[in-house]
């Protein structure tokens, strides 16, 4: 793995990856398209992949093993349960969300502080694709837990 660095900005793709073959698929990133794992961090149950980030060609990929608990089953056949979650990292989370949830978009996670170090929160927009938004936090929390979980 390289450094830690999370997406800084832009438009990141977060993609599921089915029958829980997240970290096979990381092994195939790498040797076809020369990827290069950011990170890797394993679910409670110890085996699936509850996040991962990888660069290839210069761009983050950040994916997952899937979670169906997770998932409410009247969602599973729209865009929204595609397994594909669209992140925008971006300078304040609370105020990208906010002028989101304004221009019509669904609220699913209000802003909040997470343990992994960022201010992040989820939105649906109106064609039923999920959106994720964070920024790094400051201070203890994003130094201190974060560094911890890396």
Same mark, same amino acid.
């Given at each position: 793995m390289t450094d830690n660095h999370a997406p800084t900005s832009?438009?990141?793709p !977060? =993609?599921?990856i089915g029958d829980n073959r997240a970290a096979e698929a990381i092994d195939f990133y790498i040797k076809a398209f020369g990827a290069t794992e950011v990170r890797r961090m394993?679910?409670?149950?110890?085996?699936?992949l509850m996040h991962a980030h990888v !660069? =290839?060609?210069?761009?983050s990929l950040m994916l997952h093993d899937e979670f169906p608990e997770y998932v409410d089953p009247a969602e599973a056949d729209v865009a929204g349960g595609s397994g594909l979650t669209l992140h925008l990292q971006v300078d304040d989370a609370d105020t990208w969300f906010a002028r989101a949830v304004a221009a019509g978009a669904t609220a699913t996670m209000p802003p909040a502080d997470m343990f992994w170090g960022d201010r992040y929160a989820q939105i649906k927009?109106?064609?039923g694709y999920s959106w994720s938004i964070g920024h790094p936090l400051g201070g203890a929390l994003a130094t201190g837990v974060y560094a911890v979980i890396l």
């Amino acid at each position: 793995m390289t450094d830690n660095h999370a997406p800084t900005s832009g438009l990141t793709p !977060h =993609i599921q990856i089915g029958d829980n073959r997240a970290a096979e698929a990381i092994d195939f990133y790498i040797k076809a398209f020369g990827a290069t794992e950011v990170r890797r961090m394993l679910a409670e149950d110890g085996k699936r992949l509850m996040h991962a980030h990888v !660069h =290839i060609n210069g761009a983050s990929l950040m994916l997952h093993d899937e979670f169906p608990e997770y998932v409410d089953p009247a969602e599973a056949d729209v865009a929204g349960g595609s397994g594909l979650t669209l992140h925008l990292q971006v300078d304040d989370a609370d105020t990208w969300f906010a002028r989101a949830v304004a221009a019509g978009a669904t609220a699913t996670m209000p802003p909040a502080d997470m343990f992994w170090g960022d201010r992040y929160a989820q939105i649906k927009d109106p064609f039923g694709y999920s959106w994720s938004i964070g920024h790094p936090l400051g201070g203890a929390l994003a130094t201190g837990v974060y560094a911890v979980i890396l």
